[in-house]
């Protein structure tokens, strides 16, 4: 009977420790690595290679108080573009940010995770593809 017992613990824990192995996390650091690349292609051209924007045209992303916003809000702005002013760190801005849809998810996501945890931000909330494909359904419905 002991035998049993003790078989059947650790064939439990053998199951248990096998579908942990499934289980995926997100890993930051990866994603902060291909957002840089992805911010380069994209984003570069407008926020600068430092994220200190165009003084009068395109707004910081360095530093950004801007980017306390909401997670969806900030998902948003990139899925449907920003027009209109905004105001960044006590500056208003007026140009208009076209939308970026063509993004995969897990660019959009990699993008604002290299964004928040750069240039003097400093983010423990991660943005996940998922959330990026949950905001852009919201989107088309």
């Excluded at 289980?23 to 992805?38: C, H, M, P, Y």
């Excluded at 604002?112 to 998922?130: E, L």
Aim: glycine share 8%; net charge positive; charged share 20%.
């Amino acid at each position: 009977m002991r035998k049993k017992k003790y078989l059947l613990v650790f064939i439990l824990a053998l199951f248990l420790f096998g579908a942990s192995s499934f289980v995926q996390t997100f890993n930051l650091a990866k994603s902060i690595e291909r957002g840089k690349d992805a911010y380069t292609a994209n984003c570069q051209n407008c926020h600068m290679a430092d994220g200190k924007g165009l003084p009068g045209a395109f707004p910081p992303l360095a530093k950004s108080d801007y980017l306390n916003k909401p997670m969806g809000d900030l998902i948003s702005f990139v899925l449907k573009g920003q027009t209109g002013e905004i105001k960044v760190n006590g500056t208003v801005y007026n140009a208009a940010m076209p939308a970026q849809d063509y993004l995969s998810d897990e660019q959009i996501a990699d993008i604002y995770n290299y964004v928040r945890n750069s240039w003097g931000n400093k983010s423990t909330a991660v943005i996940t593809p998922a959330m990026v494909n949950k905001k852009r359904t919201e989107s088309n419905k």
